[in-house]
């Protein structure tokens, strides 16, 4: 059964960079047609699509963050990751990692979701 | 960016009593919309895509109707374990996928 599962620190100050990554177990990351995305949970904005990535590179990003945002895969270790820039306390969230198995931004399988709080 | 409105925001009703939450897009999405469902401390859930397709192995209670701007998510039978918040959608002009701001059901 595919499971995923967010790591990464838990509190980041403002200004700084947030990475998170999201380790894939029970199927593997590199599977033909299966895309491998971000999303988060904030109390002001509700669900936000970050972006997505496939296995062999391409990447689809939210246009809104696109400035501030970098999905990267990494197929060695079965994970894929996020890396937000220039925080504020308006990206404290739960962020969630996902697979969308036929379009880049429908997802059918989630990660438990890590709570990432901006602060100094 | 299309605007996705759910309502109600709330929705409190009885065990098994039939529940109809609503999802309006600012422009049309075709059939592209699927509905998630959100429980605290758990994964969210894909209930239904394609406006109507459920999900594998979702109850057959949950169903999903609607077309361009006009979707509803219907649960048949309201059961205890269907307290959640609901979120509708769209993955048809994008990006970005956008979503609805959530309805959530209660138990009377």
């Known amino acids: 059964q595919l499971q995923l599962q967010e790591s990464g620190p838990g509190l980041v100050k403002p200004s700084e960079s947030l990475s998170l990554i999201c380790t894939v177990s029970g199927g593997s990351i590199s599977t033909s047609g299966k895309y491998w995305g971000w999303v988060r949970q904030s109390p002001g904005k509700g669900l936000e699509w970050f972006g997505s990535?496939?296995?062999?590179?391409?990447?689809y990003y939210n246009p809104s963050m696109k400035s501030r945002v970098t999905i990267s895969v990494d197929t060695s270790k079965n994970q894929f990751s996020l890396q937000l820039n220039s925080v504020t306390d308006a990206d404290t969230a739960v962020y969630y990692c996902?697979?969308?198995?036929?379009?880049?931004?429908?997802?059918?399988?989630w990660g438990l979701g890590t709570l990432v709080t901006v602060s100094s | 960016e299309i605007v996705m409105t759910q309502s109600p925001l709330i929705l409190s009703a009885s065990p098994g009593e039939r529940v109809t939450l609503s999802c309006r897009a600012s422009q049309s999405v075709s059939l592209n919309l699927a509905w998630l469902q959100l429980k605290p401390g758990q994964a969210p859930r894909l209930l239904i895509y394609r406006a109507s397709t459920r999900a594998s192995g979702i109850s057959d209670r949950f169903s999903g109707s609607g077309f361009g701007t006009e979707f509803t998510l219907t649960i048949s039978s309201l059961q205890s374990e269907d307290v959640a918040v609901y979120y509708c959608q769209q993955y048809n002009n994008r990006p970005p996928a956008t979503f609805g701001q959530g309805t959530k059901v209660e138990i009377k």
């Open positions: 990535i496939y296995f062999g590179g391409s990447t």
């Open positions: 996902a697979r969308a198995p036929q379009v880049w931004d429908l997802f059918d399988s």
